[in-house]
């Protein structure tokens, strides 16, 4: 950020310019596990002798010299008189135990999450929808092979265990041409292929 400028006017007509320079904390992340979080504050050149830490309750204060360089209030409480700084040459690291081990939603309490909000809408009926539906599915106008699925898929639905075998076993051994409800025929021998009179069946081959 360029500084801001102030004219500063002397009496005798001259006139100093002075550059005022705007602090800016630096940028941090966090990460924890069930005993322990850690801060790191990404601040270059800062020796271990210039760097201090101090708590108030669950506030915590990391100073560079007299320049704070982060603050919090803490979600929980911290073992204050068992923490570990470290410094490299690019940041901060502020590694903190647990007062109590468990998980944070947050690092700071200013950031808490919103309380759920309970819903108060009363339980949907599934059954009820799930008849709708089918209801709508039957009395929905079908033309073409679309109308002809339909009625066979409510023949499979509505059939015996035996109608329901006699059709899957006509309808596969028949290439698709031939589909029987008569369990008692269809189950003593293969069905043959049975093409529309206008057409010729042919066996396909690699």
């Known amino acids: 950020m360029p500084p801001l400028l102030r004219y500063l006017h002397l009496p ?3 006139c100093v310019r002075v550059g005022i ?16 979080v850690t801060i790191t504050i990404l601040k270059k050149g800062v020796a271990l002798s210039d ?7 669950n506030d915590i204060k990391v100073y560079y010299g007299d320049e704070v360089i982060f603050e919090t209030t803490l979600a929980r409480p911290v073992d204050e008189k068992n923490f570990t700084v470290t410094c490299t040459p690019s940041k901060v690291e502020v590694r903190m135990p647990k007062a ?10 200013s950031s808490a999450a919103p309380t759920p909000v309970e819903s108060h809408h009363p339980p949907k009926n599934w059954e009820a929808i799930e008849r709708k539906v089918v209801e709508e599915e039957e009395n929905e106008q079908l033309e073409g092979d679309a109308a002809v699925n339909r009625m066979f898929r409510k023949l499979y639905n509505e059939a015996s265990d035996d109608v329901k075998r006699a059709m899957i076993k006509s309808y596969q051994e028949s290439g698709g041409t031939v589909l029987s409800t008569n369990w008692a025929e269809i189950s003593k021998k293969r069905t043959e292929v049975r093409p529309p009179d206008c057409m010729e069946y042919k066996k396909f081959e690699q």
């Open 12 to 14: 005798a007509g001259f």
């Open 21 to 36: 320079e705007m602090a800016t904390k630096p940028r941090f992340d966090w990460f924890q596990t069930d005993t322990c």
């Open 51 to 57: 760097c201090r830490v101090t708590f108030n309750d």
């Open 100 to 109: 109590s081990a468990g998980h944070w939603p947050m690092l700071g309490a």
